[in-house]
Every structure is written in C-alpha cells, then in structure tokens.
C-alpha cells in the first residue's frame, strides 16, 4: 500500500508536468479544433520537435504502470449502476463510482447499502450529508406537490360550478326565445 501511494505521488507528479496536447495550427483555423493529432508533415515543427513548439504525445508523460487506472485514493474504479453491484465491490481494493445516468431515487438505495456494507463511494464526498439533504428535499418536494394540489381542486370545483350556471343561463335563455317564439306567433294569429 505504502508504494502505490508514493506511485500515486509520482504520477501527480509526472501529470502536473504534463502539457495539453493540442493539434498543430489549431489555434490558426477554428475548423480545426482541439483534438490531438499526431503531425506528420516533411517540415512541421513540432514533429521535429523544435524548441519553441508545442510537445508532442510520448510515453515520458505516461504515469507508472502499477499506478494506472486508479483513483487517487488508491482503489480501482468500479462503475456502480445498481444495488447488486454495490454488492459485487472488494472492500478493501476497489471504489463504486455512482453512473451519472443513475435517478436520485436509486441513488439513494445505492448509498444506504454502501454504508450498510462499509463500501467506498468515491463521487460522494459525505455519505450521511448527502442523504440528510436528499430526505430534505423530497419531503419540501412533497410539500410543494400537496400546496400545488389542493388549488387545482378548489379551481376545479369553481369550474363546475360555472359550467353549472353557464347551462342554467342556457337553458333559461332558451326558454327566453321559445317564449318569444310563441309569442310572435300567437300575435300573428290575431
């Protein structure tokens, strides 16, 4: 344990040194973009590596072999997208790392059996915490939902009542015409 850490020192290390590679003349023509390419032109500066230049991908910036593909608290990394693989984590070796695709709702199953077994989550700083806020919040959430509720149903009970009178308006206004109907033509009659 003691020499992955200082193999995890060299590689902070080595990393902090290391440039960004960018593609030759990337910042000349936007179409270009920042990927890395390698340069293979006859004259290009920086395949030649002149002083002066950008660097160029090489093994010297790769980080020591041991100490690859390991966070850097020193445990390997394992994707974590449901309960069972909460429970497939070696304890003492690997670290979940919850998928970003994974729903609060599930997430929240993941880190109460990650406590439950002891297992390290890696992309979550403080398990306690963060559950505390999660309650929290669905329970302000909850709140929400009920007041948002609660005006629908009384808005919906003030719409049939309009309904309501809207049909006795016309239905009075109906009796109104037939009224008038008659009326006219009972007074054509005489």
């Known amino acids: 344990m003691n020499d992955i850490k200082t193999l995890l020192n060299i590689r902070k290390d080595i990393k902090s040194r290391k440039p960004d590679f960018i593609r030759q003349d990337s910042h000349k023509k936007a179409g270009l973009g920042a990927k890395w390419r ?3 032109g006859l004259h290009a500066k920086m395949r030649l590596k002149l002083k002066g230049y950008r660097k160029i991908v090489s093994k010297g910036y790769r980080s020591p072999k041991l100490a690859r593909n390991l966070h850097k608290s020193g445990l390997t ?4 997208n449901t309960v069972r693989d909460v429970e497939k984590i070696k304890k003492g070796h690997e670290g979940g790392i919850i998928a970003k695709n994974v729903g609060q709702k599930k997430k929240v199953e993941i880190l109460k059996k990650a406590k439950e077994l ?27 939902i009920k007041k948002e509720k609660e ?22 206004k109906k009796k109104e015409e037939e009224k008038k109907k008659k009326d006219r033509i009972l007074t054509k009659r005489v």
């Open 118 to 144: 002891d297992v390290k989550i890696l992309n979550v700083k403080d398990i306690n915490a963060y559950l505390g806020n999660v309650e929290k919040e669905m329970a302000e959430r909850k709140k929400v």
């Open 151 to 172: 005006p629908k149903k009384e808005k919906n009970i003030a719409k049939k009542e309009e309904k309501l009178v809207e049909k006795l308006e016309d239905e009075e």
């Open 38 to 40: 390698k340069p293979k």
């Open 77 to 80: 990394v394992k994707i974590v």
